[in-house]
């Protein structure tokens, strides 16, 4: 039989969330096995929008990303790659004078937690934006926001993991997880065994069945981003778009990078199923995001796409996080469920989840992502 290989801490799912607190983790000196069924960064973490925006937030969850904002900043420093992060700006724009009422709320809320958004109207906003179209009634820009290629930043933190000592594990299914005695023990696919005195899972849409498997089940539902990207026509859109909108369809967003492809996605969800890890592309819904895009943006109404695709990203009904202790099992922390908003959070929740692990408390307030508010009335065992 073969012997356990021991560590500090055990994590499950190798998304961004996984791959920076592995990074951050060995920073502190903590011993560390990353477990990841495909490649890092292959699922949510490496199909989403690469949009690194903290307006239009949660307000609570400002603090969070705002200490993931920073550490944006410094991925070449930190890891040697910066995965492509532009400081582009962030402008969200409406077709509604209500709309506007909202963001000038929401940027009143937001200058308590250290963020400063720009309102602008009418001919304001095409003063600075001159391609936005006509129909859009405002906007709130956020000059320190940007993109980055999602493919590349949960690669880059789990590469660098391992420089630092981390013990990378890729192409391994995780079978069973069960708490003997004061460690955890961690079965996996070919007979391999894993013991650590705390396991942190961030696995994503998947990460509903392991808590569940702990007595803490949540109502999370997978559901897939429908994105596509353009030929490469010359740069002309610097900052990342998106249209604030109580109508599903209306609510799309946009990005240029500089050697020309226009990335976009927004409008509904469509379809995901973690059993057969596969999410699906509505070809309705491409082309309904075609006819947004050319009203939010109209030089845009001649491009071709190149490219469709989706992923698996997992919401829950009041669309915040996962994140923190569990409320039955010492020892076991969650960080899942970012419903859609978890590529900008992505180093700031590793660097979080580090400290928390670390020093038994975190700087940055999580409560309200507590799993306890999903709790039954059933008293920890």
Same mark, same amino acid.
């Given at each position: 039989?073969? @012997?356990?290989?021991?560590?500090?801490?055990?994590?499950?799912?190798?998304?961004?969330?996984?791959? %920076?607190?592995?990074?951050?983790?060995?920073?502190?000196?903590?011993?560390?096995?990353?477990?990841?069924?495909?490649?890092?960064?292959?699922?949510?973490?490496?199909?989403?929008?690469?949009?690194?925006?903290?307006?239009?937030? /949660?307000?609570?969850?400002?603090?969070? %990303?705002?200490?993931?904002?920073?550490?944006?900043? @410094?991925?070449?420093?930190?890891?040697?790659?910066?995965?492509?992060?532009?400081? !582009?700006?962030? &402008?969200?724009?409406?077709?509604?004078?209500?709309?506007?009422?909202?963001?000038?709320?929401?940027?009143?809320?937001?200058?308590?937690?250290?963020?400063?958004?720009?309102?602008?109207?009418?001919?304001?906003?095409?003063?600075?934006?001159?391609?936005?179209?006509?129909?859009?009634?405002?906007?709130?820009?956020?000059?320190?926001?940007?993109? %980055?290629?999602?493919?590349?930043?949960?690669?880059? /933190?789990?590469?660098?993991?391992?420089?630092?000592?981390?013990?990378?594990?890729?192409?391994?299914?995780?079978?069973?997880?069960?708490? !003997?005695?004061?460690? /955890?023990?961690?079965?996996?696919?070919?007979?391999?065994?894993? @013991?650590?005195? =705390? &396991?942190?899972?961030?696995?994503?849409?998947?990460?509903?069945?392991?808590?569940?498997?702990?007595?803490?089940? &949540?109502?999370?539902?997978?559901?897939?981003?429908?994105?596509?990207?353009?030929?490469?026509?010359?740069?002309? #859109?610097?900052?990342?778009?998106?249209?604030?909108?109580?109508?599903?369809?209306?609510?799309?967003?946009?990005?240029?990078?500089?050697?020309?492809? &226009?990335?976009?996605?927004?409008?509904?969800?469509?379809?995901?199923?973690?059993?057969?890890?596969?999410?699906?592309?509505?070809? @309705?819904?491409?082309?309904?995001?075609?006819?947004?895009?050319?009203?939010?943006?109209?030089?845009?109404?001649?491009?071709?796409? =190149?490219?469709?695709?989706?992923?698996?990203? !997992?919401?829950?009904?009041?669309?915040?996080?996962?994140?923190?202790?569990?409320?039955?099992?010492?020892?076991? /922390?969650?960080?899942?469920?970012?419903?859609?908003?978890?590529?900008?959070?992505?180093?700031?929740?590793?660097?979080?989840?580090?400290?928390? #692990?670390?020093?038994? %408390?975190? !700087?940055?307030?999580?409560?309200?992502?507590?799993?306890?508010?999903?709790?039954?009335?059933?008293?920890?065992?």
């Amino acid at each position: 039989m073969n @012997r356990a290989a021991q560590a500090d801490v055990i994590v499950v799912g190798g998304g961004i969330m996984g791959s %920076a607190a592995t990074f951050f983790l060995r920073r502190r000196g903590r011993s560390v096995i990353l477990l990841e069924r495909g490649l890092v960064g292959q699922q949510a973490s490496g199909t989403n929008f690469g949009n690194v925006r903290r307006q239009g937030r /949660f307000l609570p969850q400002l603090p969070l %990303a705002n200490r993931s904002r920073a550490i944006w900043g @410094r991925l070449g420093e930190l890891l040697g790659e910066d995965a492509e992060f532009l400081v !582009s700006g962030h &402008v969200r724009v409406c077709y509604s004078h209500e709309q506007i009422a909202a963001f000038e709320a929401h940027a009143r809320e937001a200058r308590h937690y250290g963020l400063e958004l720009e309102i602008l109207t009418g001919n304001a906003l095409r003063d600075r934006f001159p391609l936005i179209g006509p129909e859009a009634v405002g906007g709130s820009f956020s000059p320190h926001d940007g993109h %980055a290629n999602p493919r590349l930043a949960a690669p880059a /933190f789990a590469y660098a993991a391992r420089r630092e000592g981390a013990d990378v594990r890729e192409n391994i299914e995780v079978l069973s997880i069960a708490k !003997s005695g004061d460690d /955890f023990v961690v079965d996996a696919e070919g007979g391999a065994s894993f @013991r650590a005195p =705390i &396991v942190l899972i961030t696995a994503g849409a998947w990460g509903g069945a392991l808590a569940a498997a702990f007595g803490e089940p &949540v109502p999370l539902v997978a559901r897939g981003p429908q994105m596509a990207v353009t030929e490469p026509v010359p740069y002309a #859109i610097t900052p990342v778009v998106g249209v604030s909108s109580k109508i599903a369809e209306e609510g799309i967003y946009l990005r240029q990078i500089p050697r020309g492809n &226009v990335i976009f996605g927004g409008g509904s969800r469509g379809p995901a199923f973690t059993d057969i890890r596969r999410a699906y592309v509505m070809p @309705r819904n491409t082309l309904g995001q075609l006819t947004q895009i050319r009203r939010v943006i109209p030089a845009l109404n001649a491009l071709r796409i =190149i490219r469709v695709w989706s992923g698996i990203e !997992s919401y829950l009904p009041d669309d915040i996080p996962i994140m923190g202790p569990s409320a039955r099992v010492s020892g076991l /922390f969650y960080a899942f469920g970012f419903c859609g908003h978890g590529f900008q959070l992505g180093p700031g929740v590793g660097d979080v989840m580090a400290e928390l #692990i670390d020093t038994g %408390a975190t !700087s940055t307030p999580i409560d309200p992502f507590h799993i306890r508010r999903f709790a039954r009335t059933v008293e920890p065992s």
